[in-house]
Every structure is written in C-alpha cells, then in structure tokens.
C-alpha cells in the first residue's frame, strides 16, 4: 500500500468517525408559547428569561448545541392559541414550555404526548392539575397564584415575620 493511499484512507476514516460522534450527540427540541410577542421571551429586560436560560446552560442543555429551541407567540390574541397549540404540537417538539394557563390548556387540547411545562397561575382552578401537591397528567411546572387558601399562610408568615403588624 502506498503511503499517500494510506493517509487518504485514514482521513477519510477520521472524518467519517468525527461525524458519527457528532450524531449520537442527541439535540432536544423545546417549543416555548408565550401568550402575547415573541420578542419577549428573549428580552434581555426580563429576569424570568433570564433565569430560565441560565439555569438550562447551568443543567448542560445549551441552545444550539443539543437543544434546538423554537418561539412561538399568540400575539396577544386568546382567539387563536388553539390553533398556535395545534401547530406546535404538529412541529413534534420534545417538550412545550408554556407561559399562562390559557396556553397551557390549548396546549392540552391539542396533544395526548408531549408534556408541557407550564409557568401561570390557577393551574388546580383551571383544571390543568388534579392539585399542587400532585398535579397528574402531564402537566408540570410553576403556579405563581397557587389558590385561595395561600393568603391564610401568607399572612401568618408576615405576622411571623412583623408581629407587631395589625
């Protein structure tokens, strides 16, 4: 065998190896539904944004090396987030991060599979989740209106906090 036959045929071999590697390296798709712009969810202005992309890189899921994030926005339109819902669930993403309970709840609707990650509020009174404590299906996430029952708590920790309040 000639020497240059045998360099060609270990580049080949290299090239071929590297792309293989690259393969397994699986990249998630993450569709996030915001209820009103598109622009918002990477609003530099926005400490939840922010937060919420800090902490994926801080767990190892970096945009545009192995997740693959698509924005989707209802314009501010509640009209037509069934059909938004419908469209992303079309598009088979891994997971759907789902910003207000009425996204949530389209999202729902329109698929049997993907679990949905939701940030909103009454997610038990709207029916998204059986209770806080196990919400069921697969629906998960954060309720920052968590029901009537946490103003009783709320105010015995500010009484904790200031017992000289009144």
Same mark, same amino acid.
């Given at each position: 065998?000639?020497?240059?036959?045998?360099?060609?045929?270990?580049?080949?071999?290299?090239?071929?190896?590297? !792309?293989?590697?690259?393969?397994?390296?699986?990249?998630?798709?993450?569709?996030?539904?915001?209820?009103?712009?598109? !622009?918002?969810?990477?609003?530099?202005?926005?400490?939840?944004?922010?937060?919420?992309?800090?902490?994926?890189?801080?767990?190892?899921?970096?945009?545009?090396?192995?997740?693959?994030?698509?924005?989707?926005?209802?314009?501010?339109?509640?009209?037509?987030?069934?059909?938004?819902?419908?469209?992303?669930?079309?598009?088979?993403?891994?997971?759907?991060?789902?910003?207000?309970?009425?996204?949530? &709840?389209?999202?729902?609707?329109?698929?049997?599979?993907?679990?949905?990650?939701?940030?909103?509020?009454?997610?038990?009174?709207?029916?998204?989740?059986?209770?806080? &404590?196990?919400?069921?299906?697969?629906?998960?996430?954060?309720?920052?209106?968590?029901?009537?029952?946490?103003?009783?708590?709320?105010?015995?920790?500010?009484?904790?906090?200031?017992?000289?309040?009144?």
């Amino acid at each position: 065998m000639r020497r240059r036959d045998f360099t060609i045929g270990l580049l080949v071999a290299a090239k071929a190896s590297t !792309a293989w590697s690259q393969q397994l390296v699986t990249q998630r798709r993450m569709a996030v539904v915001e209820a009103n712009f598109v !622009a918002s969810i990477d609003d530099p202005g926005s400490r939840l944004w922010q937060a919420f992309w800090q902490e994926l890189r801080r767990l190892g899921d970096a945009e545009g090396q192995n997740l693959a994030v698509e924005r989707y926005a209802g314009e501010g339109r509640p009209e037509g987030y069934a059909d938004l819902a419908r469209e992303v669930v079309r598009n088979n993403p891994d997971v759907i991060v789902a910003v207000t309970d009425a996204i949530a &709840a389209a999202a729902h609707e329109a698929n049997n599979t993907t679990p949905i990650v939701l940030i909103g509020g009454a997610v038990v009174e709207n029916g998204l989740a059986a209770s806080l &404590a196990r919400p069921g299906g697969k629906i998960t996430g954060i309720d920052v209106y968590a029901g009537d029952e946490i103003w009783g708590k709320l105010l015995q920790i500010l009484k904790e906090a200031v017992p000289s309040a009144s």
